[in-house]
Each structure stands twice: as structure tokens, then as C-alpha cells.
């Protein structure tokens, strides 16, 4: 080979090692984005499923709260029944607190003083 000849084979042959550096870096690329994309909508899928799991066990736990809630609401107007009563008692036992003293000034003498 001669001189010419050996400078178009290096030419060549570097040329084509370029043209396929480019065409598998181009690939690789292309490859690279599409399993980025499908995973991208894999874990959007399962974030959108979590969040719907939590959604639905928080409604879950809110309802539970509002059941527990009516009760206590429930339970403390029984309370305010119960208060009732025990206001009431205490009025009677002011009065008969007030007619044992008075029993208790006229039988013993106490008035006349």
C-alpha cells in the first residue's frame, strides 16, 4: 500500500468508528428515555393507587371519629340531665335544711331569744 492509500483507509476507518460512537450514543439515548418514561409512569400509577389507599383509611378513620364523637355528644347531654336532677335535689335539701333549723329553733327554745 502506498501512501495515499493508507491515509483513505485511516479515513475511513475513522469515519466509520465516529458514525457508530454517534449512531449507538444515539441509541443508547433513545433507549435511556424510553425506560425513564415507563418508569416515570409506573411509579406515578403507584403513587396515585397510595394515595388513594390513604385517602379511603383516612375517610375511614374520620368516620370513626364522628361516630365516637355523636357518642360523647350523647353522653354529655345525659350529663346535662344528671346536672339537672342534681340541682334540683339541691334545692330540696336547701329547703329542708332550712325547716329542720327551723323545727330545731322552736322545738329547743331558740327563737326567743
Do not use: C
Not at 475513522?14 to 439515548?29: A, D, E, H, P, R
Not at 409512569?41 to 390513604?54: C, D, H, P, Y
Amino acid at each position: 500500500m502506498n501512501d495515499a492509500q493508507t491515509w483513505t483507509v485511516i479515513g475511513v476507518v475513522s469515519t466509520l468508528l465516529f458514525s457508530m460512537l454517534g449512531v449507538v450514543s444515539t441509541l443508547f439515548v433513545r433507549i435511556l428515555r424510553t425506560e425513564i418514561g415507563g418508569l416515570r409512569g409506573e411509579m406515578v400509577a403507584e403513587i396515585s393507587g397510595l394515595r388513594a389507599e390513604t385517602t379511603a383509611r383516612f375517610d375511614a378513620v374520620n368516620s370513626r371519629f364522628d361516630a365516637v364523637n355523636s357518642r360523647f355528644d350523647a353522653v354529655d347531654s345525659k350529663f346535662d340531665v344528671v346536672h339537672s336532677r342534681i340541682d334540683a335535689m339541691s334545692a330540696r335539701l336547701d329547703g329542708l335544711d332550712r325547716d329542720v333549723q327551723a323545727l330545731v329553733k322552736r322545738t329547743f327554745g331558740l327563737d326567743r331569744e
